[in-house]
């Protein structure tokens, strides 16, 4: 079996904690809410084996918006699984 398959996301961020992350850091960082893509590709090698590559692109992901002001994040996964 083979799939491709692509996924989006939205992670809305409450109004207190926005508040709160402006507060904190004094006007300095804000943050707004998540946003995300995943593409990935799963193929058995074998009919034991599976694997499963995929990439993930998060737009103004939290944690790095507040502390190094970034705007968006790339992830890179590469998955095996092994049924015996």
Do not use: C
């Not at 790095?64 to 968006?72: D, I, L, P, T």
Request: glycine share 2%; aromatic share 10%; proline share 4%.
């Amino acid at each position: 079996m083979t799939a491709l398959a692509l996924a989006i996301t939205n992670n809305a961020i409450s109004n207190d904690l926005k508040n709160s992350i402006k507060r904190l850091t004094f006007n300095t960082a804000s943050a707004d809410d998540e946003m995300g893509m995943e593409i990935f590709y799963d193929f058995a090698v074998t009919p034991a084996i599976r694997f499963i590559p995929s990439y993930q692109h998060i737009w103004h992901p939290i944690a790095a918006s507040v502390s190094k002001h970034e705007n968006g994040a790339d992830v890179l996964l590469s998955r095996v699984t092994v049924a015996f």
